[in-house]
């Protein structure tokens, strides 16, 4: 999963010296938090919502508004920006970049070429999609936890999800330091550090197929939960009224 896939690649961008009141304007307009500042097309910074918001005066202000005006227009992106921010390249996996933000707590990061110049901007909202690709939950609501004492166990998953000819959706593993102990020789000899977390979102299936289906995992494997989730009636926030 690389992030030229799931950057948004219409991105805005202002040179260093526009003017604060540009910029305000340009939040507004294309209703976005942060925007890459440029210097002869390559970046030199980031200004977000926030940068802009600590340099503007409050409405207690003693200045009177044409005098606020003209400070705003006469300050520049350049002045406020956090230069040399981090950034990603096209070719870098969405995992690093996720994890570029949530170590650095950043919710947006710029992505360049080689050369220096925005390609594109990746933000907490598109891993939030690819999250929910993977997930596979706009596909199917039902979804399967398992616990499993080595990843060659996977195989054994697969065949019996094969036995029920179960069509799988998405499958996420990953090892889990905390999960519940095992129990066993099993656990003995294969090291706790070798189990696993599986998440397995599967076609939903009748009631007997289900049940015959959650018995033979369970003969395998500690079945955390099997659950099912319908999206078709999310809640929706309100409008704000004008």
């Given at each position: 999963m690389l992030v030229q896939d799931w950057m948004s690649k219409h991105v805005v961008t202002l040179d260093e010296n526009t003017?604060?009141?540009?910029?305000?304007?340009?939040?507004?307009?294309?209703?976005?938090?942060?925007?890459?500042?440029?210097?002869?097309?390559?970046?030199?910074?980031?200004?977000?919502?926030?940068?802009?918001?600590?340099?503007?005066?409050?409405?207690?202000?003693?200045l009177d508004v044409h005098e606020m005006y003209y400070l705003l227009s006469e300050m520049k992106l350049k002045d406020v920006m956090t230069k040399d921010p981090l950034t990603v390249r096209p070719k870098d996996t969405v995992?690093?970049?996720?994890?570029?933000?949530?170590?650095?707590?950043?919710?947006?990061?710029?992505?360049?070429?080689?050369?220096?110049?925005?390609?594109?901007?990746?933000?907490?909202?598109?891993?939030?999609?690819?999250?929910?690709?993977?997930?596979?939950?706009?596909?199917?609501?039902?979804?399967?936890?398992?616990?499993?004492?080595?990843?060659?166990?996977?195989?054994?998953?697969?065949?019996?999800?094969?036995?029920?000819?179960?069509?799988v959706h998405s499958l996420l593993t990953w090892r889990e330091e905390t999960a519940i102990p095992m129990e066993g020789n099993d656990a003995k000899s294969t090291g706790v550090d070798q189990k696993r977390m599986v998440f397995v979102r599967i076609e939903e299936l009748s009631p007997s197929k289900k049940e015959a289906f959650l018995e033979e995992l369970n003969k395998k494997f500690k079945v955390l939960y099997a659950i099912k989730e319908d999206i078709s009636k999310l809640p929706r926030k309100e409008s704000k009224k004008v």
């Open positions: 003017s604060i009141m540009k910029a305000l304007q340009v939040l507004k307009e294309h209703q976005i938090r942060r925007i890459p500042v440029t210097r002869d097309g390559k970046l030199v910074g980031i200004v977000t919502d926030r940068d802009i918001k600590e340099v503007t005066p409050s409405k207690i202000t003693a995992e690093y970049a996720a994890v570029l933000m949530l170590e650095n707590r950043i919710s947006g990061l710029p992505v360049v070429n080689e050369e220096g110049y925005v390609i594109g901007i990746i933000t907490q909202t598109d891993i939030f999609k690819l999250f929910v690709n993977i997930t596979g939950i706009y596909h199917s609501p039902f979804q399967i936890s398992l616990l499993i004492n080595h990843h060659h166990e996977l195989l054994e998953l697969f065949q019996i999800l094969k036995g029920f000819e179960v069509a």
